[in-house]
């Protein structure tokens, strides 16, 4: 390892100065150098963990076409969810394809309608019911998201006013399919009479 004393480098800091790395502590340089290589590995390790998912779904997908080929039915389109279960009865591959959704700027209207609602019908006496307007609309603390879940629960309340109809629109209106995801799960068992266990990929857990 190269001693701070010998290390010729400049080490550029976060706030843009720049300072010869033979003034730092054998130490500190140390873990600098390591938290640059882990991290640095990690990235190569994220993107072959990628490009394998791609390969997998290129798998699942040629394996589709063979299939659709084999009845005569047209190939191409949307993917859907599959199973794909070896004969053995030991090993499976299943896709599944999901909708994620998104809130758009009618979730500012739901909100002041609610809270104009509750305003005029309970003041400041329902606490509880306040508090689970304001958490149906508070954002995340690590993503910064709404979630379109909770603000959907909202259109359950069932609340005797004028506005109502109105702010239940806008709930309605404050949540849009954005998209989906495809999903690939791998599951293996000794016999088949045994349960599946799936393939655990978590790297945290492995």
């Known amino acids: 390892m190269t001693t701070a004393m010998t290390d010729e480098r400049v080490i550029e800091c976060w706030n843009g100065s720049r300072i010869p790395a033979r003034r730092y502590d054998p130490r500190r340089l140390l873990a600098h150098d390591t938290a640059h290589k882990l991290v640095d590995q990690a990235h190569a390790l994220r993107e072959l963990v990628k490009d394998q998912k791609l390969r997998f779904y290129a ?10 080929e084999s009845y005569g039915a047209r190939l191409g389109g949307s993917r859907g969810g599959l199973r794909i279960e070896a004969i053995d009865g030991v090993r499976k591959v299943e896709v599944s394809v999901a909708d994620y ?77 954005a998209g989906s995801k495809r999903y690939i799960r791998f599951h293996e068992r000794k016999t088949p009479q045994d349960p599946w266990t799936q393939v655990d990929l978590n790297f945290s857990s492995l």
């Open 59 to 68: 798998d699942v997908d040629a394996y589709l076409d063979l299939v659709l």
């Open 101 to 177: 959704q998104t809130v758009t700027a009618a979730v500012e209207a739901a909100r002041v309608l609610v809270n104009e609602i509750l305003d005029d019908l309970v003041g400041q006496e329902s606490d509880d019911l306040r508090a689970i307007v304001g958490s149906a609309f508070a954002r995340n603390s690590k993503t910064g998201k709404i979630s379109t879940e909770r603000v959907l629960a909202l259109r359950q309340l069932n609340l005797s006013h004028p506005k109502w109809p109105l702010a239940k629109e806008a709930i309605s209106d404050a949540v849009i399919t």
